[in-house]
């Protein structure tokens, strides 16, 4: 939580899914520069350990437009004003635990802050997707990054922050 000049608490969320743990370091690194509170979305039932089965998995749920269940997390949307909200790459779209639980939020009037992690296909429609799944909600310009965040991008990394989330310091 972090306060504005004029007093106003501002609460600042981030919430994520990842399946390799690159989500969750960019996640955590943003943590600190932001103080945020942090969410980890996980699936209720969990991928499958074998990559090639897991692809086949997420490719049929998101064929088929269906919505993977998450572990309930407890938080209230409504104290939320900025929300960050990180996903790996899953063939151009949200990650399907964390689009559940877009979804299932209301993200009208809030600022909502995508970063994304990838290996080699880039951002795709994910800034898109995440508008369409938070609807009402101001979405900014997208972190991007391929791989996992090394120590020669924090600076990249804090400079974004501030450019699209100036009101949280």
């Known amino acids: 939580n ?5 007093g106003v608490k501002m609460k600042v969320l981030i919430v994520y899914y990842s399946q390799s743990g690159t989500t969750k370091h960019l996640a955590e690194l943003i943590k600190v520069i932001t103080g945020a509170d942090l969410i980890e979305i996980h699936e209720l039932h ?9 692809l086949k998995e997420v490719r049929e749920e998101m ?18 004003d900025v929300c960050f909200v990180g996903t790996p790459n899953w063939g151009g779209m949200v990650a399907c635990p964390l689009a559940t ?9 809030k600022k909502v802050v995508p970063f994304l992690t990838h290996g ?13 799944l938070c609807k009402g909600a ?5 972190y991007i990054s391929f791989g996992k965040v090394e120590h020669d991008e924090l600076d ?14």
Not at 156 to 169: D, K, N, R, S
């Open 46 to 54: 969990p991928y499958s350990s074998d990559y090639d089965k897991m």
């Open 120 to 132: 080699g296909a880039g951002e795709q429609d994910i800034e898109e997707h995440i508008a369409q």
């Open 156 to 169: 990249e990394l804090q400079e974004w922050v501030h450019t699209v989330a100036p009101e949280i310091f």
């Open 138 to 142: 101001v979405v900014t310009p997208s």
């Open 63 to 80: 064929d088929a437009g269906m919505d993977r269940e998450y572990i309930p997390v407890d938080v209230n949307m409504d104290e939320v």
């Open 101 to 109: 639980f877009l979804k299932d939020h209301d993200f009208t009037n």
């Open 2 to 6: 972090k306060t504005r000049k004029e």
